[in-house]
């Protein structure tokens, strides 16, 4: 997701005391190859997609779904 794209979801989404928390975050994980950045097909116009590593998937799915 490119950086002002990001900063605008998470302006709509997150209330503004943990905006800059939120952004740092994401970052962070990228950072840590925890979340990574779906490439986009030719035919997609959009970036912006995120997903999981298959064990933090797993980890996130028996923690909190159930």
């Not at 970036?47 to 980890?59: I, T």
Request: no cysteine.
């Amino acid at each position: 997701m490119s950086q002002s794209r990001l900063q605008r979801f998470v302006e709509n989404v997150v209330d503004q005391v943990y905006q800059q928390s939120v952004l740092n975050l994401i970052n962070s994980l990228i950072g840590r190859s925890l979340i990574e950045k779906a490439k986009p097909t030719l035919l997609e116009k959009t970036d912006g997609l995120f997903f999981l590593q298959p064990v933090l998937m797993e980890y996130v799915t028996e923690r909190f779904i159930l």
